[in-house]
């Protein structure tokens, strides 16, 4: 016969059990993901805030520890303002233009065909996120060659009489760094929009359809409302990415003409790799990785991402 | 009895006797010490002798070694660094010498070696060169210049060349210039006659009146060519009393004044510096372009092997010369920029001596011949001057009279970075970006936002 008292102690000690439990199961599943975030991601940044604060020069040496990187990036940097600016007008043409805007087009047309053709075409726009970043930038060079031979100036000198052959490279450096880098990004929200489109249920709009609704009106009142998530997702995560990224730039542009198209990121790069001012390409680092916190939380307070990740309230069986 | 043990004496004797001598024999060869001395070279077409030499001093070395009865032998071990220029080159390999993985010998484009210096990097040489003057005593003393930081020689010259604007004497013709006026050019620039804006003049004339598209033509990426043209309006880029970078802003913005006519006139490109460097070649020698400001190198390397340009020197000369860069104004001084590449040694390399001496090998004057007739280099020794290789290459007994004139680079540790702001200099301008004066004072205020210790004047 067993008395409460040592029915207790039992609970107890199954309570006890299973709390071990939950921490090996932590250390086990969680265990390698939050060691490889550590490394990767946390050490690098501890790592950048130190290089920071000492004067790392091309041979990699450091004779002390000083603030004066953070001075040249509030007091001396001249060129700091304009690339600033660029990059703004980057990330947010790519990703207004590209990024939501063209793979929302491309997820509804896609949708709204026959499944094959519908596959076909969103298969065609993967090509470029599928090759070789340096394969891509080539064959943009070839496209915007300033020659007769590049193909943008074949098409618009034969079929639309043009004089001279245009230079796209020098004349309009920015809007090719946009558009570059929107045909790949597009793809990817191209894929989660077509995901999301598949998941609305069938029959509304079949009941739409019944109301008298158009396509637009089936796009504006299901579909779009259907993909609030997808797209805040989209935009937060393709901000950061943008705000990170620069190897098409560099491949297309080296930045120029002039520092035309030096966005941020490749900015770091150039002071850091291409001068060899390591200190300083980490000051300049550190703030990128602020501005990315900071875009992160505004999107995500933006676009109240919470709610997204809070746990439905009714079960589904 | 008595025989039979004489006998065996006798020949346990010899045997000991011939075993002896053979074990001393053998014993150099099992003493025998190899030393590896690794080669730090950038993978580059346009001087693949430059280790190879190297390499095949080591057999040299190795023959005097033993006539000497030394023990020791010595085998190059090549580390070749894919970087694209000498300057990435340079970069790369600070950060090995930085991390401790450093070379025992390298080879850097000249105007690097200071910031080897600087950083304790590299073996001063004026004591070795002193002790071995069969290997450099008979080196041209104006290239050593290109091998010194402050407070001595740290490198050694392996070869040198000359820089000049190429023209097309056909198009010039085309456009209207007799064939006396074209001819006579190249004299023009040397008594300082011709004015770097007659250039431009000739040049649009070219543009204007025959179906080539382009005036004159520069590389597309930071290199030292273009300095030819800031040397002749006046920047040397280094004060002569401290050593330190000098920025003289009334004499960038008249050379960057040059470029910035150039591109009005629509002489010089917009998109020069967008352009490939194979595309700006095939655009000169395949006629569409008056002046190519390039070195006398790209004759050997490009355009007699791929634009079929004569290798005969008549006729060369008869449609193709070229120019020392001109003055920027009549009875001016012309100039010519040279860039020699070196070879320099590790401070902490094990065997000095031994690297040193490997290097006077290497700058043999039959070895660097074979490197200068087949990559169109300068010698850097007088007696090459006399090797019949070197005489029948023309291109280099010509090239070799814009010696007279020829600037280097700065020896600063930091020219490699001014550079590249300049470079960005004259790309605003070309692309509309920047004026002659802004460009000025974008050089300086880069230079003194990011360089330490830069003068401005």
């Known amino acids: 016969m067993t008395t409460i008292a040592d029915e207790l102690t039992i609970e107890r000690r199954g309570h006890a059990g299973s709390a071990s439990r939950r921490r090996t199961n932590f250390v086990i599943f969680l265990g390698p993901a939050i060691v490889l975030t550590i490394l990767f991601f946390i050490v690098p940044v501890i790592i950048d805030i130190a290089v920071s604060f000492t004067d790392l020069s091309r041979s990699l040496h450091i004779s002390e520890f000083t603030t004066e990187q953070y001075a040249k990036v509030f007091r001396t940097d001249r060129r700091l303002s304009q690339v600033i600016g660029l990059t703004f007008i980057y990330v947010f043409g790519t990703l207004a233009i590209f990024n939501v805007t063209f793979g929302l087009i491309l997820a509804i047309t896609t949708t709204a065909i026959r499944n094959v053709s519908g596959s076909f075409f969103r298969g065609v726009w993967l090509l470029p996120r599928m090759s070789p970043s340096v394969l891509y930038i080539l064959l943009w060079l070839w496209a915007v060659s300033p020659t007769e031979a590049g193909l943008v100036n074949q098409v618009l000198m034969q079929a639309f009489g043009l004089d001279a052959p245009l230079d796209l490279l020098t004349s309009a450096p920015i809007a090719l760094i946009i558009i570059s880098n929107g045909f790949i990004g597009a793809s990817m929200g191209m894929i989660i929009f077509t995901a999301a489109i598949r998941g609305i249920p069938e029959h509304l709009f079949h009941a739409a359809a019944v109301d008298g609704a158009g396509t637009f009106a089936k796009i504006r009142f299901i579909t779009l409302p259907a993909l609030r998530w997808p797209i805040s997702f989209v935009t937060i995560y393709q901000t950061l990415s943008l705000l990170v990224s620069f190897e098409y730039i560099l491949l297309l542009t080296k930045g120029g003409p002039f520092y035309d198209t030096t966005v941020y990121a490749l900015y770091v790069y150039r002071r850091a790799f291409e001068s060899g001012q390591y200190g300083y390409g980490a000051a300049l680092a550190l703030f990128l990785i602020v501005i990315g916190v900071v875009v992160a939380l505004i999107g995500w307070r933006f676009f109240d991402m919470e709610r997204l990740l809070q746990r439905p309230r009714i079960e589904v069986h | ?457």
């Open chain 2, 1 to 457: 009895m008595i025989h039979w043990k004489i006998g065996t004496a006798a020949l346990l004797s010899a045997a000991l006797a011939v075993g002896s001598a053979a074990f001393l024999a053998a014993t150099p060869l099992f003493a025998q010490e190899t030393v590896k001395l690794e080669l730090w070279s950038r993978q580059d077409p346009s001087g693949p002798l430059r280790p190879g030499n190297v390499v095949k001093a080591a057999e040299r070395l190795n023959k005097e070694l033993e006539a000497e009865g030394s023990s020791k032998r010595v085998e190059v071990v090549v580390r070749e660094s894919p970087a694209k220029g000498f300057d990435d080159d340079a970069l790369q390999l600070l950060k090995v010498f930085g991390i401790g993985e450093g070379p025992d010998i390298f080879i850097a484009a000249h105007e690097w070696i200071c910031a080897f210096q600087e950083d304790g990097f590299v073996l001063k040489l004026d004591d070795y060169i002193a002790k071995y003057p069969q290997h450099f005593g008979t080196i041209f003393p104006s290239l050593w210049s290109s091998a010194k930081c402050p407070d001595g020689t740290y490198a050694i010259p392996q070869d040198a060349e000359a820089r000049m604007f190429f023209y097309n004497k056909k198009l010039l013709r085309e456009a209207g210039y007799d064939a006396a006026f074209v001819d006579a050019m190249p004299e023009r620039a040397l008594s300082g006659d011709l004015t770097m804006d007659e250039v431009l003049e000739i040049a649009k004339q070219v543009v204007d009146k025959t179906k080539a598209p382009y005036g004159v033509l520069h590389r597309p990426n930071k290199g030292p060519d273009y300095i030819m043209v800031f040397q002749a309006y006046g920047s040397n880029f280094v004060d002569p009393q401290t050593g330190k970078l000098l920025l003289e802003r009334d004499k960038l913005a008249a050379a960057f004044g040059w470029f910035e006519r150039g591109v009005k006139e629509k002489v010089i490109p917009a998109n020069n510096t967008a352009m490939e460097f194979d595309t700006l070649r095939k655009e000169f020698y395949t006629g569409n372009a008056a002046f190519w400001m390039y070195g006398i190198w790209d004759l050997g390397s490009v355009a007699f092997p791929t634009y079929g340009l004569p290798q005969d020197e008549k006729a060369f000369f008869a449609d193709w010369g070229w120019i020392a860069g001109p003055a920027p104004q009549k009875g001016g001084a012309p100039v010519s920029l040279t860039h020699p590449i070196v070879y320099a040694i590790a401070a902490d390399t094990k065997e000095p001596e031994l690297a040193v001496r490997l290097l006077g090998h290497a700058s043999a004057a039959d070895l660097n011949t074979d490197h200068a007739v087949t990559t169109t280099h300068l010698g850097i020794k007088a007696e090459q001057l006399e090797d019949p290789r070197y005489v029948k290459a023309w291109p280099l007994a010509r090239a070799t009279e814009l010696l007279k004139i020829t600037k280097f680079l700065p020896n600063n540790s930091q020219f490699g970075e001014l550079n590249g702001i300049i470079f960005a200099g004259i790309q605003g301008i070309e692309s509309g970006r920047l004026s002659a004066q802004q460009a000025a004072d974008f050089v300086i205020e880069e230079a003194s936002a990011t360089l330490e210790d830069v003068i401005v004047k």
